[in-house]
């Protein structure tokens, strides 16, 4: 997606909490490295940002990355869903990516996955004040509309288009949530007779869990509801090596955040032990929504050469380098 002829953007930097700040540090070194000229403008968000302004999310951060061309995240604790949900309402980010692919040295379980779910990011189970108390227990309200599934499945199909993928397979649980899933299966076979050349399937979700184990090579685009979607792409994420290696960006018709999934990680906050690559593989997802395809294939190249040579490695990939160390070699492959 190319929102621009340029090579100068100006990019909202939040670091968050915990180890977010470490890989947003080494990510932005790499970056340096690239023939872009970035602006980085640096704003606050998460539980220190509480403990400092007594709010998760202060407005003038929210006007950043408004004003912004893109917004890189790195991790919030437990004021996330206070943080990264908000966001997302607030922006309009309709869509969740989370590629999940295999790269060498990094325990995955297959080493010929390469796949993208497509979440729907501002309904489901995942919206704000839809819980309450009752007498006996509590309630959540699920809401499915035809407007935001009709673009996030249309948007997996023109991801597929444009990224040369030939299938899109819908994940839902229509057998039993008969009204909000079974919506969406039928929005999904109205939109995909739009796409003749794109090959559709659906599967239950139950069923897609244990697909991921015994058979991911099928998958090329899963597109899907909130919930499942967050659940279905950590274990995507357990499939090829763990959070560490999982990217996600967040796309809205004028805004995109690009954040890792693993999380603010406090045990081993601030002791340079965390992985690098899912906040450089977020960085690299940037690039792409940027327009700024040859650099991104650069840093690919370089994360890749770097795990294929196995010695800059983190230790949750069996090495021993720290955070930065392994950054630098990343950079020094560019």
């Given at each position: 997606m190319n929102i621009s002829n340029k090579n100068s953007y100006k990019i909202a930097v939040i670091p968050g909490d915990g180890i977010g700040v470490e890989v947003m540090e080494a990510t932005i070194k790499v970056l340096d490295g690239l023939d872009i000229d970035f602006e980085y403008e640096y704003g606050l968000a998460g539980d220190k940002c509480k403990e400092k302004k007594g709010i998760a999310l202060?407005?003038?951060?929210?006007?950043?990355?408004?004003?912004?061309?893109?917004?890189?995240?790195?991790?919030?604790?437990?004021?996330?869903?206070?943080?990264?949900?908000?966001?997302?309402?607030?922006?309009?980010?309709?869509?969740?990516?989370?590629?999940?692919?295999?790269?060498?040295?990094?325990?995955?379980?297959?080493?010929?996955?390469?796949?993208?779910i497509v979440r729907e990011n501002t309904e489901g189970l995942y919206i704000a004040n839809q819980e309450e108390l009752i007498d006996d227990g509590a309630i959540a309200k699920r809401i499915i509309t035809k407007e935001a599934e009709e673009r996030i499945i249309r948007y997996a199909f023109d991801y597929a288009m444009q990224n040369n993928k030939n299938k899109v397979t819908a994940v839902h649980k229509a057998n039993v949530l008969k009204k909000t899933d079974g919506l969406f299966k039928e929005i999904f076979y109205e939109i995909a007779e739009e796409y003749p050349d794109i090959d559709a399937e659906d599967f239950y979700v139950d069923a897609t869990a244990m697909y991921l184990i015994t058979n991911p090579e099928n998958f090329e685009v899963i597109v899907t509801t909130n919930l499942f979607g967050d659940i279905l792409s950590d274990e995507g994420a357990g499939i090829v090596g763990g959070l560490g290696l999982i990217p996600s960006a967040n796309i809205g018709e004028d805004a995109a955040l690009f954040e890792p999934v693993h999380g603010s990680a406090p045990d081993i906050a601030g002791e340079k032990k965390a992985n690098p690559i899912a906040m450089l593989l977020s960085a690299e997802m940037m690039l792409r929504y940027l327009g700024e395809n040859k650099e991104a294939d650069r840093l690919d190249n370089a994360i890749l050469k770097v795990l294929e040579e196995g010695v800059e490695l983190t230790g949750d990939l069996g090495g021993s380098a720290n955070t930065f160390e392994m950054a630098r070699a990343i950079k020094n492959n560019l």
């Open positions: 202060p407005k003038e951060t929210l006007d950043l990355i408004k004003n912004s061309d893109a917004c890189l995240f790195g991790a919030a604790g437990e004021t996330a869903s206070d943080v990264i949900v908000r966001i997302r309402q607030e922006m309009k980010m309709f869509a969740n990516l989370r590629p999940v692919k295999s790269y060498p040295n990094t325990n995955a379980l297959f080493d010929n996955v390469d796949f993208m």
